[in-house]
DNA sequence: ACGATGACATACACGTAAGTATGTTAGTAA
DNA sequence: TTACTAACATACTTACGTGTATGTCATCGT
């Protein structure tokens, strides 16, 4: 049977999404061919190249959603009222991993564009996608930053560009190793997250303040 | 010319090692070629099959360096007299990433294993030699976390685990930002490390302990 | 001084993967 | 119902990259 309706057509992209995040997963963007794609998803490679232009289009698409989700939570943490600025601070820099932690899918995106993708000209498109979308994280986590310091939550001494590269790069680096394949040790960071940004963001506190530190308490998981 | 002295052959080696880490930085370890190297070094792809087995070979070796840079970090942090054991701490965990500063070929090898490898079956040999060096880097960490802890610098009722998986993913995230490719601007890692690390750890010292957070000065550079 | 060998260069064989061209069938609009 | 076309499958071409086999020459031991 060939020649389905709009409908399912619209299913076998998904289908073949998916199973190019499968063996992103397993061999890498670099080594999945085209042909094993096809085959995770129960297709040829006749139909991935219907749907999508070439590979490097294909990666693209894979990576769409995880942009999506950076634009998603910079979006969010416009509007959001009856919190304090901080609270919105702490919210927005938990954002990305939040939705990680709903999504498998979004997850597993995260772990192909940090684990299974590197910068070579294969993914270079995705790659500048993803970059922009930092780009509007970054921009909204300054005003963010500016607007708890004007409301006298944090110090107003801050060097905010080092803040900024701080804050992205702590969170960047939670994310990363939280997701790293192959260690027998894996970490719950979903039990930890707020402890920990909490902590993070205790050092840009004026003195006075009594925020709780990393206390003791749950035990990582084993995997 | 043939045959070169062991002296030379020693350098021929050296000369394809950078020429890989030249290459890779890029196109990527995957779509690096054996050529390409070659063609970098001045050598024929002959010379390169004479000094490694075959290319995931070549890949081991060039991470060796900074493999070896992280056991020195951790060996170096046991025998530091005449220092508190919170600075120790301190140093330790700058450790790794003032070797990449003080050496662009460390900074060089680094960026291609945070930027430019992913963990296709390609490098997976290498990923376990670098898995293995942060095993040891853990245990020492946690090593001086307990002592720091013990000599009253840090909360005795820190959570551990929860600590070094904050620590380690901080520097981590610090280092992949400022080996980040392709970005306009380039924060000045170096002249901020000292004040983000004793930030990291603010959170994590008891609350009476002053100790300045990133405040105001220098602005981050252009690229 | 002379064979043995180390340090490469050259040439070839093999697989593999991307892209494309073309075939096939079933929905879809008229 | 019929022409048209969307949604694939199949077949083929091209190209490249790896690994290896073989050639070559200077150096080193004796």
Redesign the pocket.
Known sequence: ??????Q??LK??QDILNAAISVFLKKGVAKA???EI?DEAN?????V???FD??DDLVTAVFEEAINVIIGVTEEAVQQPDTTSLEKLKVFLRGPIEQAIKSENVRNIYTVLMHFCDHGDEAANAYRLIFRAQGYYEKQLRHLLNQAIDDGYLRSDLDIESTIFMLMASMHGLTLRWLTPGQPIVFDLPAHLGKITDNLLLGLQHPQSNVTPITAGKIPTQA
């Open positions: 049977m060939v020649r389905k309706s709009k399912e057509a076998t992209r061919t085209v042909h096809a297709l040829t490679r006749g139909a190249y219907w749907h070439d590979k």
